[in-house]
């Protein structure tokens, strides 16, 4: 397992990067909002939530207040069985 400590930026829906990485993910917002999108999936994280899922579906990441938003991603490369 990694741990990465990541700044999201606020961001037009246009400016979406998708990425896929194989394995499994958990993001925990400390501080601001973030929106997470996945296939027709749409959440929103307030500080204090937490996101686990399989991270080989493409899904994006971005700040929904006026500056960035911090998280902490904690990435694991085993397959959900």
Not at 57 to 63: D, E, G, N, T, V
């Amino acid at each position: 397992m990694r741990r990465i400590r990541v700044t999201f930026a606020a961001m037009d829906k246009k400016a979406w990067v998708f990425v896929f990485p194989e394995g499994q993910e958990c993001v925990y917002t400390p501080d601001g909002r973030l929106e997470f999108r996945a296939d027709d999936e749409v959440h929103e994280l307030e500080s204090g939530d937490c996101l686990y899922f399989d991270s080989d579906i493409p899904h994006a990441f971005r700040s929904l207040g006026i500056g960035a938003a911090q998280a902490l991603v904690v990435v694991s490369n085993a397959k959900l069985e």
